[in-house]
């Protein structure tokens, strides 16, 4: 059997990062069995559906690359099907229409909460219809017995049938609801497998009612624990961003986000490496692997999966992310310098933007330090740094000479590389952090070089 897995979410939002992990899961079950993963976009609660939200959803999904297998579906579009389903539900007797007015459901409720069982209408039970046209369909919930699912990450777990509320598939104004919806549309697209967050584990034992008087094929079910903070906490706003896309904007690459949120509630079979391999995942995906305890998202973690995976990918891919973050037009030499120096640039940052300190030295063939606290050190080493410049003028711009050059000279004045190497890395970049001097020197070229070395501070 071929199995189907889907991500159903609402757009009502942004495309949280627990969403995208459920997202995530759903493909890489998928993907392991050669089966398919679909998106279905549930957007029947027009109120708070918007475009920006499903926008959001695409855009998150195109970021990490786990689009649907099949043409997305729209829930929205599927509403006849819904409501066909309800009136067979009604006609066989497993669904019942309740004329309950808005006060006489309060009372119930109040009645409801002080006995701590679920609200059961008079309707249920009642053989002669009202007149009204004002009415919504409840499903006829079993009273005794248990219902049992057995979930891949809760185990099995029964409940007391009686505990289940007469849920409502049909609101009056005759539109279905999220609960009968959701499970006609795994019907129809032949789901297997439901790989979602732990909030629906309760909606399972009454959407599952549905399929049994139906007398549908079960799927299977993987509720996954929600994320925590750092501290223990279901994950907020408080412990950083939760949009999937701020990740984005603030320097993580796709891969160290597909690999971070694919370890987060599932632990791989092997022994791996944190900056785990995306196709890796793909292989050794299991359902039995995912966590039962929820997994905390901590950000430590992430910048060092990110800033592993930058150092992993190609040049040409971050100097493209960067030109295109930060709108950059270069010529054919400040590209080619930004490129040189970008994999010595990436050993000392977390996230790509975080580059942008270093632009002004590499690309502008004019800089030179004169505005920052450090060129009093620059003034009061002045001869150092010229007698340097002086030096190099008559070197052999390869990296060995260079090398050689600095230490000759270090050497002949009885000085140590750390007095001399700051002071020239600051007259060259005008920072004390920057990368490897040799490489510098060598990249920015002869004539940039030397222009900032025998310059009077
Ligand atoms: N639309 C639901 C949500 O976004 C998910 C429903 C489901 O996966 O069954 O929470």
Redesign the pocket.
């Known amino acids: 059997m071929k199995f189907v897995t889907r991500f ?3 757009p009502t939002g942004y495309l949280h990062i627990g969403g995208a992990r459920t997202a995530i899961f759903n493909y890489l079950f998928a993907k392991r069995h050669n089966g398919k993963y679909l998106v279905r976009i ?1 957007d029947t609660d027009t109120k708070r559906s918007t475009n920006e939200a499903v926008k959001a959803i695409y855009d998150g999904l195109n970021w990490l690359g786990i689009n649907s297998s099949e043409k997305v579906i729209y829930q929205s579009k599927n509403l006849e099907s819904h409501v066909k389903v309800a009136h067979e539900l009604l006609d066989k007797g497993f669904a019942y229409k309740c004329f309950l007015t808005s006060e006489e459901l309060n009372d119930l409720r109040i009645k409801s909460r002080a006995n701590g069982k679920p609200i059961k209408s008079p309707w249920r039970d009642n053989k002669c219809n009202s007149e009204k046209e004002e009415y919504v369909i409840r499903l006829k919930m079993p009273i005794n017995g248990t219902t049992t699912i057995k979930d891949y990450v809760q185990g099995e777990v029964s409940v007391k049938n009686e505990i289940l509320d007469d849920m409502i598939i049909l609101r009056s104004d005759k539109t279905p609801t999220y609960m009968l919806s ?1 499970v006609v549309d795994d019907y129809e697209m032949g789901i297997t497998h ?1 790989i ?1 967050g732990d909030d ?1 584990f309760n909606n399972a034992f009454r959407q599952i009612q549905i399929i049994n008087f139906l007398n549908w094929k079960k799927p299977s079910y993987a509720h996954i624990p929600l994320i925590h903070g750092t501290d223990g906490s279901k994950l907020s706003k408080r412990h950083g961003a939760t949009n999937l896309i701020d990740y984005r904007s603030m320097g993580y690459t796709s891969e160290a986000m597909l690999s971070y949120l694919t370890q987060l509630g599932w632990t791989s079979p092997e022994d791996n490496e944190d900056d785990y391999e995306f196709k890796k995942a793909v292989d050794l995906f299991s359902l039995e692997k995912i966590n039962k305890s929820p997994a905390k998202f901590d950000i430590k973690k992430l910048d060092n999966i990110n800033s592993k995976c930058l150092n992993k990918i190609d040049v040409e891919v971050v100097y493209k992310l960067l030109t295109e973050r930060f709108g950059l037009v270069l010529n054919i030499n400040q590209e080619r310098r930004l490129k040189a120096l970008i994999p010595e640039l990436l050993k000392r940052v977390n996230v790509y933007i975080d580059l942008k300190d270093d632009f002004e030295w590499i690309i502008d063939d004019n800089f030179l330090c004169k505005e920052t606290n450090n060129v009093k050190i620059l003034q009061e080493n002045n001869v150092i740094i010229n007698n340097i410049g002086g030096l190099l003028k008559k070197c052999e711009w390869t990296k060995e000479s260079i090398n050689h050059c600095l230490k000759k000279f270090v050497q002949d004045k009885s000085l140590k590389f750390k007095d001399v190497g700051p002071i020239v890395r600051i007259a060259l970049t005008g920072k004390t952090n920057a990368p490897d001097l040799v490489s510098i020197i060598y990249e920015l070229g002869c004539t940039i070089s030397l222009n900032r070395l025998n310059y009077k501070y």
């Open positions: 159903a979410p609402s549930e959701s439901i979602r629906h």
